[in-house]
């Protein structure tokens, strides 16, 4: 088969590109290692920027946020056993919304299907061949055993933090830049009513924790734990007694509790690719560059990533070609390390570094004193969380 366009990876980027460009009549055909069921039923990121909702609303994927989502107007940050309210509206005019991506996938996926878009899930023995070329080609074997080539013009390497299509930029033409931390998340599901009304971000003498949700019924909570931790080693009890210690304050502040569904330890780093152009293959989202957890960054940096090749691969298809192409880089990439550095920042912010020195922690303290405390520190925390406008042209 021949298609303009070849996408290496269905999730929410691969799949909303998928959906961009069919808005502007190019077709797409995305490919996945992964069922649909397994994605959909994979805990992934929870926040969404007002910039994302609204382009997933207008561009028609679906109006189901709007109805099951929720428009939070700023956090809860706490610090020494001290609730700081962060008031996105006030201090930015801002807001996010919580919003699951399994739910963004849910809707991305049955927008294709909706639309006639073809994604084939399930696949293996993916192959990219002639990436450098004008013609480059996708190969997989399809769930009943029979081997596809598609033939495209494009290939978008949307293909995740653990991307096979970065690895086709040669090594002398690639740079790898990234970090690791000494800490991972432990990541829960419980059913449980909600604990506040907006996420808690709290540092505390025995580390970070983070109170989010899911539904009215089952919440999504995470404590900083050791990259090696083993999930089965915790018992229910043990995990809310850490949960309860990390938020714990003056205030009285208390979990709800209830039984827990779900234990996964999440290890993160900070990485990014350069370039993220090579020939005719395009990477975009965590293939490219992906950051920690802390401040809800990574999926929506993806889509501004989709987003802007939704607006250069149509052109570059239709003519321009390279020149349309070299816009892409630049546009997606002041915004990466941006996000870099907030993911960077508000995660040395908050957790505990195994081996801190008394300095160290007292500095820390101090550091989040001068965020939460001054209106500046405050109102930089907001612009940041809430996000940052896509360049235009
Ligand atoms: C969630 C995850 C995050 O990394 C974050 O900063 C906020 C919320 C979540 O899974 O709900």
Known sequence: ASVPVAIVGAGPAGLMLAHLLGRAGVEAVAVDTRTRREIETT????ILEADVVRDLVETGVSDRVLRDGAEHEGIEVRSAGLPHRIDFKELVGASTWLYPQTDVFADLADARERDGGTVHFGIRGTEVLDAATDAPRVR??????????LRARYVVGAD????????LVPEDHRVRYGTEYPFAWFGILAEAPASAPELVYARSAHGFALISRRT???QRMYFQCAPDESAAAWSDDRIWETLQA?????DGFRLEEGPITE????????????????GSLLLAGDAAHTVPPTGARGLNLALHDVKVLADVLPRALGGAGGS???EYEPRALQRVWRAQNFSYWMTRLLHTAPGASAFDLRRQA???????GTRAGRTYLAEQYTGWPTPTR
């Open 43 to 46: 805990q992934r990121a929870g």
């Open 140 to 149: 997989y074997t399809a769930p009943d055993g029979t081997r596809h080539e």
């Open 160 to 167: 995740g933090s653990r991307s096979m299509c970065r690895d």
């Open 216 to 218: 009215e019924s089952v």
């Open 246 to 250: 990390r938020v714990a304050g003056e």
């Open 263 to 278: 234990k996964t330890v999440l290890r993160f780093r900070s990485f990014v690719q350069e370039p993220m152009r090579w």
């Open 324 to 326: 349309a192409l070299a």
């Open 366 to 372: 101090g550091e989040l004193d001068n965020v939460v």
